[in-house]
């Protein structure tokens, strides 16, 4: 797995793609009938329960949190790559989930605010979780070969403060694209109101 994620574009690609069926499978399984109202379902890229602009940035910056905690823990263990590319796949499924949600909320009416308000959030937040997977993926490969023997510890020291500051980076990312899709809801409530 070292060797397919790395700096050429090729890991970043293939996440991507983990990203896009997880993305499909959500709006399949939505479309279907299946249960959606969960906010373990939908992640909160659909924030439909709520009243206040305030609740919708608290639940979408924590749902962005949690998840990139999950990855981030996924990352300090040795066999923690296939608990990572769930997790993205999650993260996708989630997506694709919230767009049915509005589709068959709103009907082709949906389009718009698909467009304007799930759209660019899910894509800053899929990218974002691309990237902490991807990190999560090198943490985890270069563990299990410090622990087989094939690369000595020496190489890893200090890595674990830089993957560390990358998520709270990546946080910080989150945390912005959550107050940016609050303002967005502020100036484009009309077109996502029943």
Known sequence: MKHKVNNTGTGFILLSAVTAVGTASGAVWSAMGMFTGSPLIHQYFRDAETNGLSQIFAHTALSALLFLMAVFLSGTSALGQPSSLILLFYRGFSTGVSAAMLYSEMGLKAFT?????????????????????????????????????????????????????RFIVLAFISIAVSAADTVMLSLFSSIISK
């Open 113 to 165: 605010a698909v467009v304007l308000l799930l759209l660019p959030k899910a894509l800053c937040m899929l990218i974002t979780a691309i990237i902490a997977v991807r990190e999560a993926l090198r943490s985890s490969c270069g563990l299990a070969c410090c622990m087989t023997g094939a690369d000595s510890y020496g190489n890893h020291s200090g890595s674990l403060r830089l993957y560390a500051v």
